[in-house]
């Protein structure tokens, strides 16, 4: 296994790989463990994580370098959640998840983790965890929500730290069906743009996710 030029992460081939900072033999999604030199990794699939996606298809070497805590918007059951555990521990990540169905697993995975801090509430309404969670250098969403650019931006008025860094992935489709692509993206970037996030890298996420947009921002 070979490192790569994203910190923590390895690579063999074709395939990403990340540390397993869980109990040794835990499977989270059911991927491929490996050990190499009595260290165990776990297979990162760009098909089953966007942000493995990202990775694959360009995204920036620095996109959590440095991050000492990070706020993760629809964790779902965890999948993505745990790679980015692996490769922030020992830095917190606050986990919000509004269904009550997904957060059962999401609390099971974090009593396995020590740096997983799942909340169950609505990313549109920053205000009821804001406190908690404090401010941070990493803010990262995943949501399917029509109103995505707005939840990224409150989120980031609520939390992000000056020069933090901001992944927003941006389902095209969740938005409206009745215009193109290009011109959903166009509009998203503009009302990041008003909320003071400055779009660095725009990486579409064909053919792992379909109709996704990984959007990396600055904060001034
Ligand atoms: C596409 S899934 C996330 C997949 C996950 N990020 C991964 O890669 O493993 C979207 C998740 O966002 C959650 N969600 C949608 N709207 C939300 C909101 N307003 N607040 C919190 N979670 C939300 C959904 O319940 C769902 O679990």
Redesign the pocket.
């Known amino acids: 296994m070979e490192a790569t030029v994203w910190e923590g992460v390895l690579r063999e081939g074709r395939d990403l790989y990340t540390p397993n900072r869980g109990p040794p033999g835990d499977r989270v999604y059911g991927e491929t463990l490996r050990t190499v030199d009595g260290v165990e990794y776990r297979h990162w699939d760009p098909f089953r994580?966007?942000l493995a996606a990202l990775l694959v298809k360009g995204g920036p070497p620095d996109l959590w370098r440095g991050t000492r805590k990070a706020l993760y918007?629809?964790?779902?059951?965890?999948?993505?959640?745990s790679h980015l555990s692996d490769l922030l521990d020992p830095a917190p990540i606050y986990v919000?998840?509004?269904?009550a169905t997904?957060f059962a697993p999401l609390l099971a995975l974090a009593r396995r983790r020590r740096n997983l801090l799942p909340i169950l509430?609505?990313?549109?309404l920053p205000e009821r965890y804001r406190a908690d969670v404090g401010e941070v250098d990493l803010l990262y969403q995943?949501?399917?929500?029509r109103n995505q650019a707005a939840?990224f931006v409150e989120n980031a008025r609520a939390t992000l730290a000056r020069g933090g860094r901001g992944v927003l992935m941006l389902k095209v489709r969740s938005v409206t069906q009745r215009r193109p692509a290009t011109s959903i993206v166009r509009e998203t970037r503009a009302e990041l743009a008003r909320g003071g996030l400055e779009t660095r890298n725009e990486v579409g996420l064909a053919p792992f996710a379909r109709d996704h947009v990984a959007l990396v921002t600055s904060a001034p």
Do not use: C
């Not at 919000?96 to 269904?99: D, L, M, R, T, V």
């Not at 509430?121 to 549109?124: F, G, R, V």
């Open positions: 994580s966007k918007l629809g964790g779902a059951h965890g999948t993505t959640v919000i998840e509004k269904s997904a509430a609505d990313a549109q995943d949501v399917a929500q939840i």
